[in-house]
């Protein structure tokens, strides 16, 4: 059973060659339930905290519930309650806060943006493959350490509890957590420039683009399903659109070519429709806003490698009336 002080910061990896790639998702929206409703909840070690509702950076402008997690407690997921689902090669993400810095192992990993961190939000990602046994840490998008863990300290198999935050016998800080991710999968640095980009800016352009690939879009893994990370890039959309009364567009999805032809011509079609859903339940007349999907039929990078097929994975806005 894996109960490593590491964890009590949360991380992340991803093996992109992998054939299995699931993901278990946390945003505390409703509670400590999983995002797809997949995986089990997350579960509370020591004192329970509460839910509190605040503007997150990287997840846009209105206020999101997060949850406030007390001294010295966390939470735990429990991988003994999913069949299969981490192994061996696997990733851990996690967006959050702490009060002190000065406890745990964060000195280390934040350096000298130890301080000037404390008390705002940071992105976390820790990968270890199971090959090779390395592991990557992720800060805020940008590789921080890299280290091989010989003696496998940082193991998970399906007996394994994985807590976040907390060490037993050891006083741990307070702070609060937007997100929490789990993948059965390793990260490497040119996957995690492509996945992070939101996490490597400093500033989110507030300007739009307004002829070309809506960057910044995250969905639940081959599902329609908009991610909170998404928010940002959408609320410059908005502003571009009523900023703009006249302006008609068309949203066009693209996949890329693994799967189903016809599986990824209905997928591409209806994240296109995720995204004008979005924007009319913010005010935007759905006859402004056409949409198209393409599936794999527009590459713009090769299909070859998962590095240059995630490119392909996107949605376009095109003006069709100024």
Request: with cysteine; hydrophobic share 35%; glycine share 6%.
């Amino acid at each position: 059973m894996l109960k490593s002080a590491i964890f009590s910061f949360c991380f992340f990896l991803i093996f992109s060659n992998s054939f299995s790639q699931n993901q278990a998702l946390y945003y505390f929206d409703n509670g400590f339930e999983e995002f797809t409703k997949k995986y089990p909840a997350l579960q509370v070690e020591g004192e329970k905290g509460e839910f509190i509702e605040e503007v997150v950076e990287k997840f846009g402008k209105e206020k999101r519930k997060v949850y406030r997690i007390p001294e010295s407690s966390g939470l735990m997921f429990d991988n003994s309650k999913i069949k299969n689902f981490i192994s061996g090669s696997y990733g851990i993400e996690m967006y959050f806060r702490y009060d002190d810095g000065s406890m745990l192992l964060y000195g280390q990993l934040f350096g000298d943006q130890l301080a000037s961190s404390q008390g705002k939000y940071v992105h976390l990602v820790t990968t270890r493959n199971a090959k090779t046994k390395l592991v990557n840490v992720f800060v805020n998008g940008k590789l921080t350490m890299n280290f091989p863990d010989a003696d496998d300290n940082m193991d998970i198999d399906n007996k394994s509890q994985v807590s976040f935050f907390n060490q037993e016998g050891t006083k741990t800080t307070s702070g609060a957590v937007a997100m929490i991710k789990l993948y059965d999968y390793f990260i490497d640095e040119n996957t995690a420039s492509n996945l992070f980009d939101i996490f490597q800016n400093d500033n989110i352009s507030p300007n739009l683009n307004p002829d070309g690939v809506i960057k910044n879009l995250y969905f639940v893994q081959s599902l329609p399903i908009l991610l909170p990370e998404s928010s940002p890039e959408l609320e410059n959309v908005f502003a571009f659109l009523e900023q703009n009364p006249k302006v008609e567009i068309e949203l066009q999805g693209h996949t890329d070519n693994q799967g189903d032809y016809n599986l990824n011509m209905k997928l591409s079609k209806e994240r296109a429709e995720a995204v004008k859903e979005y924007l009319t339940k913010k005010g935007i007349k759905s006859s402004r806003i056409k949409t198209k999907g393409f599936g794999s039929l527009k590459p713009i990078a090769s299909n070859a490698q998962e590095e240059t097929r995630q490119k392909n994975r996107r949605v376009e806005l095109q003006i069709l009336k100024k």
